[in-house]
């Protein structure tokens, strides 16, 4: 599995990006997509995460309302498009897959995923 991420950049508090993460797999049907994100001196945490199945999602509390996972079958590409952005979203954010897709609950912890994208750095300025 090959997971490339990529759309972040610098923008103003209160304002929008969207994340990609293009997503190369023999059976991406599996597989639950995630993005965690990791601040400057902090773990990685996680932020939302999408069954490629059913479209089943889940969202950190921190995010939850501003952001919006998604993704596109056709071309197996997963979105993250965040919304109402915050200094505090400040981070690297890296796309994820774990390859148990029919858990029945969304993991929610790093150690869970068995396939990481290289990162995309998103600086969110007050």
């Known amino acids: 599995v090959q997971l490339q991420a990529c759309g972040g950049g610098l923008v103003q508090a209160g304002g929008s990006l969207r994340l990609s993460c293009a997503v190369s797999?023999?059976?991406?049907?599996?597989?639950?997509m995630a993005w965690f994100r990791q601040a400057p001196g902090k773990e990685r945490e996680f932020a939302a995460a999408?069954?490629?199945?059913?479209?089943?999602?889940a969202y950190a509390d921190s995010v939850k309302g501003r952001f919006t996972i998604s993704r596109d079958t056709a071309s197996n590409t997963v979105y993250l498009q965040m919304n109402s952005l915050k200094p505090e979203d400040t981070a690297v954010y890296y796309c994820a897959a774990d390859e148990m897709g029919l858990r029945r609950v969304i993991a929610t912890s790093a150690g869970s995923y068995d396939y990481w994208g290289q990162g995309t750095e998103v600086t969110v300025s007050s």
């Open positions: 797999a023999r059976t991406i049907s599996r597989y639950i």
């Open positions: 999408i069954r490629w199945g059913p479209n089943n999602t």
